[in-house]
């Protein structure tokens, strides 16, 4: 496989694009994070979100500690070419280190940040009190 289709992606300065991950079934945004060429290519060749992690500096097999892959079923270019759109299966229900479904959990209410979807796993008991993903 060429690399052409990487070269039809504005990537910003950092080499990097926003990627959204869009449960396949229900069409909730499971969450947002950042890949490069290299992680969108092993993505496509691997069948399963893998991201890369700005503050570990390196790739980031989604559910490599956790367990909670995502495997992709189709990948989506936005019109300015600037953001990545995943349809995924969330494999174990849960997408955020937080142990929720997904990671967009807190509702603004009034002036406040409120926590509305509950915590389905203990984060320690999914990454051994090491958090990640």
């Not at 300065?13 to 290519?41: F, K």
């Not at 959990?105 to 999914?126: C, H, M, N, R």
């Amino acid at each position: 496989m060429n690399d052409d289709w990487l070269d039809r992606i504005k990537w910003t300065a950092d080499g990097l694009v926003p990627a959204i991950a869009q449960e396949a079934g229900t069409g909730q945004v499971l969450m947002m994070a950042w890949m490069n060429r290299e992680s969108l290519r092993l993505t496509v060749q691997e069948g399963r979100a893998i991201y890369w992690s700005r503050s570990r500096k390196k790739l980031w097999r989604k559910g490599e500690e956790s367990g909670h892959v995502q495997r992709v079923q189709d990948v989506r270019l936005d019109c300015d070419n600037d953001v990545i759109l995943l349809s995924v299966e969330q494999i174990g229900g849960i997408a955020c280190h937080t142990g929720r479904h997904r990671c967009f959990y807190q509702q603004l209410q009034g002036t406040s940040w409120v926590d509305v979807e509950p915590v389905l796993k203990d984060p320690a008991g999914i990454y051994g009190g090491k958090g990640g993903g």
